[in-house]
């Protein structure tokens, strides 16, 4: 099983290089022209556990700017664990914030949910 978590663990690295090669500046990547094609988004948060927050609430984070700058939802592809939200230990179960006192970023997240596949 520890072989098909390297892989899983590789696919994302692959994902976020990809994410990160397209190097247009993030207006550029958000505004909507439709004689630039479609645009799409990978975010990946490869991090699991409570300690590791801030990761998927980043991700969730850039998910909501990205839509709110006109990106559809289903341009934006986003891989997480996704085992933060209703850890034991979130005060605000179903509740992700990036900021202290934040709104919730976690709200209507499309996501791949990835699954560990080392235990």
């Given at each position: 099983?520890?072989?098909?978590?390297?892989?899983?663990?590789?696919?994302?690295?692959?994902?976020?290089?990809?994410?990160?090669?397209?190097?247009?500046?993030?207006t550029q990547f958000t505004s909507i022209d439709a004689g630039q094609g479609t645009k799409?988004?990978?975010?990946?948060?490869?991090?699991?556990?409570?300690?590791n927050y801030r990761h998927q609430a980043n991700v969730c984070h850039a998910y909501q700017i990205l839509k709110k700058g006109g990106l559809k939802?289903?341009?934006?592809?986003?891989?997480?664990?996704?085992d933060v939200a209703f850890d034991k230990e979130n005060p605000r179960p179903g509740v992700l914030i990036n900021?202290?006192?934040?709104?919730?970023?976690?709200?209507?997240?499309?996501?791949?949910?990835?699954?560990?596949?080392?235990?």
């Amino acid at each position: 099983m520890a072989h098909l978590h390297r892989i899983s663990m590789q696919l994302l690295g692959f994902f976020a290089l990809f994410a990160l090669s397209v190097g247009a500046s993030f207006t550029q990547f958000t505004s909507i022209d439709a004689g630039q094609g479609t645009k799409w988004a990978v975010l990946v948060s490869g991090s699991t556990g409570y300690e590791n927050y801030r990761h998927q609430a980043n991700v969730c984070h850039a998910y909501q700017i990205l839509k709110k700058g006109g990106l559809k939802e289903e341009n934006i592809i986003v891989f997480m664990y996704d085992d933060v939200a209703f850890d034991k230990e979130n005060p605000r179960p179903g509740v992700l914030i990036n900021r202290p006192n934040g709104e919730d970023v976690y709200a209507g997240v499309k996501k791949v949910q990835i699954v560990n596949m080392s235990e």
